[in-house]
């Protein structure tokens, strides 16, 4: 928070009684209020920007030489644990893609470690060139047809909104205990209404009718549309519109169709779940801007959406715009088609130029060392046996880059009592095994669209409940793949048809968060991915973090958790059986 002195040092500058510690000289200025491009020098005094105008007096000038100045980019939505990396690594990825600040919701952390897990990000984010704002996850567990690590009820999420970075309340996921007026959920929204927050919504697959009850108690936002219709159900209520384009997610293009000049100011955009590999090779919301404008987004509407919407969202009124009394966030383009980014500053300072970070900007404090939960469980190759008496059985229909899923219906082999995985008919087996509290459940399932041959692969990165998820052909190979991320504390592991460990990413923060850099994380991942070409003919998808979502009961239509087939529609565990 700025003191009195800061203030009065950037009131002088503004009219030109004292030096800026800054100047940005001949740039074209995008006003994302007004639509315009503008001349004018950027005048930067502690972190602020003090004016637009001439200011001849500055300890330092950096000449645009024509570029575009644009805001900061915002990613409306984001949980940083899909990236795999912490914070302070995250903020290595982003800021060369201009993303200057993020919305995150940390709950899959918070999952496996409760509160602890959310002051783990909170502090590791200290200090680093990057806003991290956080909503307080709603929903842990996400929902009552899972175990996960943690509980959080009102009482013990309250406490921290007295961080500073804490800005309101994630995205509320459990949509039939707002229906149904749970007094757990309904106290977690009233406490984010007192504490001045913004209450993120979780939409998938709710009707237009639905939405009633999440307008009813507050909710104002939703990251859940999928196509254009949707999209605009959400508008039509009240809603700030996040548009996700992820790694699974890969929604903008569907829903883009939706916006149109007289409705842009009510979108933004957001990534929700991106792996570090493909941010680093598309990038994150500059990629989002990027395909907004190749499907016919002005490009200035574009950037209004990745910056003061964004910001108007999340109610952050001194973030998204190049104007005097807004924090100097602010990234230079060669040409607002392509997005080209060549700098980017963020509270003043310059963290990237030309591609490459100010590593000194980077440099900080090494963070409080965070302390996993055990894995822990006694998994044997029984637990993995799928008895069957009708072959007729519901059969997970994965959908590449996807978060939904379709409920199929095939005829499966049965030998002595029990599932027989077939490659030629891709079903394949899926097992969730719980791993915080030895409860001894074991969801098995069936699933189609992995295409593996042999083998089988295994990973602790389960949403929501972050539970251990395996597909494979073999009882064994599931086994072994399962023991290796055990062994390991946690992560991703590819093995063959003899059980042996063809690739594997060590993911040793809470079983989801690498303690390496991401330099070293992107070659892991690199590796996992020419493991799994060994062992299936399926392409064109991330298969680590589409595995993970097969998990995640609050997307429709057919998931697994560790209590078994869970259905979306009815929203209960229902046999594999069709009866």
């Not at 007026?181 to 977690?188: A, M, P, R, V």
């Not at 060994?534 to 979502?549: K, M, N, R, V, Y």
């Amino acid at each position: 928070m700025e003191n009195l002195k800061q203030l009065q040092e950037r009131v002088a500058v503004s009219d030109g009684r004292a030096s800026a510690d800054l100047v940005i000289k001949n740039g074209r200025i995008v006003n994302v209020f007004s639509g315009e491009i503008m001349e004018g020098d950027v005048a930067i005094k502690n972190g602020y920007i003090a004016g637009i105008g001439h200011f001849p007096h500055a300890e330092n000038v950096i000449d645009a030489a024509g570029e575009f100045i644009v805001p900061g980019f915002i990613d409306a939505h984001v949980h940083v644990e899909s990236a795999m990396v912490t914070p302070a690594e995250f903020a290595r990825v982003l800021l060369p893609n201009g993303v200057t600040t993020i919305i995150t919701d940390p709950h899959e952390i918070a999952n496996v470690a409760g509160e602890k897990g959310i002051e783990f990000m909170l502090d590791n984010a200290k200090g680093i060139p990057l806003d991290m704002f956080v909503m307080l996850p709603s929903s842990v567990p996400a929902t009552e047809g899972e175990h996960n690590g943690e509980t959080l009820h009102a009482e013990k999420l309250h406490p921290l909104y007295a961080h500073e970075k804490v800005i309101g309340l994630a995205e509320v996921m459990d949509f039939p205990s707002v229906a149904k007026g749970n007094s757990d959920i309904l106290t977690k929204i009233i406490d984010a209404k007192k504490e001045g927050g913004r209450i993120d919504g979780h939409g998938a697959g709710l009707t237009s009718a639905d939405l009633n009850n999440y307008l009813a108690v507050g909710i104002r936002t939703d990251h859940e549309s999928t196509n254009a219709e949707e999209a605009l159900d959400r508008l039509r209520a009240g809603m700030f519109v996040m548009l996700r384009e992820g790694t699974v997610g890969r929604d903008l293009i569907a829903t883009i169709p939706a916006v149109t000049p007289n409705n842009s100011h009510r979108f933004c955009f957001c990534t929700d779940d991106k792996l570090i590999n493909d941010l680093i090779t598309e990038g994150s919301i500059n990629y989002n801007i990027q395909l907004a404008i190749e499907k016919g987004i002005e490009p200035i509407n574009a950037i209004q959406m990745a910056t003061i919407n964004a910001a108007n969202c999340h109610n952050l009124p001194y973030l998204g715009a190049v104007a005097a009394g807004y924090q100097a966030d602010i990234v230079f383009l060669k040409d607002l088609q392509t997005v080209e980014i060549t700098k980017v500053l963020k509270h003043g300072k310059v963290v990237v130029e030309n591609g490459s970070r100010n590593e000194a900007a980077f440099e900080r404090q090494s963070a409080t060392k965070f302390v996993s939960p055990k894995i822990n469980h006694h998994l044997t190759k029984k637990d993995l046996e799928l008895p069957l008496k009708n072959p007729t059985c519901y059969v997970i229909g994965m959908k590449p880059n996807s978060l939904f899923t379709e409920k199929l219906i095939a005829e499966v082999t049965i030998q002595d009592g029990l599932f027989v995985p077939s490659t030629s008919q891709d079903l394949l087996k899926m097992a969730v095994v719980e791993r915080h509290h030895d409860t001894g459940f074991v969801g098995v399932g069936i699933v189609r669209g992995f295409g593996l041959t042999e083998g089988a692969i295994a990973t602790t990165v389960a949403h929501d409940s972050h539970n251990i998820v395996a597909v494979g052909v073999t009882d064994e190979a599931m086994e072994a793949a399962i023991t290796h991320v055990t062994n390991t504390g946690g992560g991703i592991a590819v093995v063959d048809a003899s059980g042996k460990v063809l690739h594997d990413l060590e993911l040793p923060i809470a079983g989801l968060l690498s303690d390496k850099s991401f330099e070293e994380v992107e070659q892991d991942l690199v590796g996992l991915t020419s493991a799994f070409k060994q062992i299936s003919h399926a392409s064109g998808f991330d298969p680590f973090l589409t595995l993970s979502f097969l998990t995640l009961p609050v997307i429709p239509e057919l998931k697994l958790t560790d209590q078994g087939l869970f259905d979306f529609a009815t929203f209960q565990i229902i046999p594999n059986e069709v009866n």
